[in-house]
């Protein structure tokens, strides 16, 4: 059984970090993309970050650059999330995603999710 768990959430003040870290146990093999959304209240689920096992490539909304970091640990089957500067329009709930080779921004492409995490920025 696949699973995906999150952690790292919480409430922080505007221009705080935080980082969130996802743990995936089971068949981590079909792990080679790590990927992180989230869905802002009364809103749609959107693309933040994702990180390929093989050659590290990272991609990463337009919205978060320079202030996030997404990256993994293969040994702990771990990636995170390091979220700097974070404003009040992050607030949201984090997902982390798994997915199989050169899997993008696309959502659909992503097998496997855990069952988020809340951030929330104060201002």
């Known amino acids: 059984q696949v699973q995906l768990v999150e952690s790292g959430g919480g409430l922080v003040q505007a221009g705080g970090s935080l980082r969130l870290s996802c743990v995936a146990s089971g068949r981590t093999f079909n792990f080679a993309t790590m990927g992180w959304f989230r869905q802002a209240p009364g809103k749609e689920r959107e693309f933040v970050a994702r990180i390929w096992t093989s050659g590290g490539s990272t991609d990463y909304a337009d919205s978060v650059k320079g202030r996030f970091t997404i990256s993994r640990d293969n040994a702990k089957a771990t990636a995170y999330l390091q979220m700097n500067s974070l404003k009040p329009e992050d607030t949201a709930v984090y997902y982390c995603?798994?997915?199989?080779?050169?899997?993008?921004?696309?959502?659909?492409?992503?097998?496997?999710w855990g069952q988020g995490t809340q951030v929330t920025v104060s201002s």
């Open positions: 995603a798994a997915g199989p080779v050169r899997t993008t921004w696309n959502q659909n492409q992503y097998n496997y």
